[in-house]
């Protein structure tokens, strides 16, 4: 498998090397054949290729099997025509990554306000409230006066259906349950087409349990409960809201791993930002890029259907949990390790396992 890196901005490089010393451990261990290319994108792209994503860099992605992406500084890229493309989009969109697959759970030993809990939000991707990439050209958010704005969100049948297909497919490998969240009480066509491509889709899956929420409420729910939920499946920004909330509801944001899935391509990504307040202090949780690097293999493992990748997957989710017991986590988790730190005890846990 060959799997394209861009570390990225902020804490991104440090986490990163972290989760390409246990892919490269993952890969000795099960005999993966994994060959990492190492590239740049975000700010170091900017200042040497003039934008934070070329061409070039896509073209290599594709003719990958993967790419994993560190955390870029979206918020300081607001010029297109300067060079200055949130590379997180430009992937999604250009690689039609519709699927964000965004697992949470409760690790023991790491204190949460809620009972222990695993689940899974399957959020769109590629269109919904998403001005910068729900349409083919330019951008759905338009200064109408100086002092009116319109954004335009966009719902399209064949993308609530092939979101829905994900989230049972998920269901049916998990505890067989689906959560549909909407607001069709509001967004009466475009949340009403959703549910109604999530039904017919929950048709052929008739052994999953299917039940709804309006998103509002849902946010109720899932602080009180969480355990009731298995698989969550919702629009781009309902699921993008939403998964933060379930993975700091975990423990912490840092523990939130993250892929993006086509059908041809798939994006290791971790669910936090860049993070520049503690970058470069060897104090970032590599959690999560290295739980979006488990998340990928085991994405390939089950598209190929290569067994040692899948199993590959499960050695990592079953050493971030025996590492993270063991306090071999930084100190937003109850640990007391540095970045750098983790990842040399990481690797030796998935070696000896
Ligand atoms: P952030 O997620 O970077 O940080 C939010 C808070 O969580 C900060 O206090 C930070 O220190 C902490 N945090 C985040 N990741 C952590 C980790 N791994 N370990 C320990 N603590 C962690 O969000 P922000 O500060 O709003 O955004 C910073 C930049 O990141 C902005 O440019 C934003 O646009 C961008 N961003 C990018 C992505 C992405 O690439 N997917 C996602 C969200 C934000």
Known sequence: MKIVVLPGDGIGPETMAVAVAVLEAASQRFGLGLALEHDIAGHESLQKHGATVTQALLAKVKAADGLMLGPMATYDFKDEAKGEINPSKFFRKELDLYANIRPARTYPGVPTVVQPFDLTVVRENTEGFYADRNIASGNSEMLITPDVVVSLRRITRSCCERIARSA??????????????????????????????????????????????????????????????????????????????????????????????????????????????????????????????????????????????????????????????????????????????????????????
Not at 188 to 210: L, N, Y
Not at 252 to 260: D, F, I, M
Not at 308 to 315: C, E, H, K, V, Y
Not at 328 to 337: I, P, S
Request: negative net charge.
């Open 168 to 353: 049972f497919e998920l269901a049916m490998v998990r505890r067989k349950h689906v959560s549909i969240v909407h607001k069709a009480n509001v967004l009466k066509i475009g949340d009403g087409m959703f549910i109604e491509e999530c039904h017919k889709i929950a048709r052929e899956f008739p052994e999953v349990q299917v039940d709804d929420f309006i998103v509002d409420a849902m946010m109720a729910h899932v602080v009180r409960a969480p355990q009731r939920f298995d698989v969550i499946v919702t629009t781009n920004m309902f699921g993008d809201i939403l998964s933060d909330l379930t993975a700091e509801l975990s423990g912490s944001l840092g523990l939130g791993g993250s892929v993006n899935a086509g059908l041809d391509h798939a994006m290791g990504q971790a669910a936090h930002g860049s993070a520049p307040d503690i970058a470069g202090q060897n104090i970032a949780n590599p959690f999560s890029l290295i739980l979006s690097a488990s998340q990928l293999l085991g994405w390939y493992g089950q598209r190929k259907n290569l067994p040692a990748f899948q199993a590959a997957a499960a050695a990592i989710d079953a050493a971030a949990e025996a590492a993270v017991a063991a306090s071999e986590a930084t100190r937003d988790v109850g640990g007391k390790l540095g970045t750098a730190e983790i990842g040399q005890a990481f690797v030796r846990r998935l070696l000896a396992a």
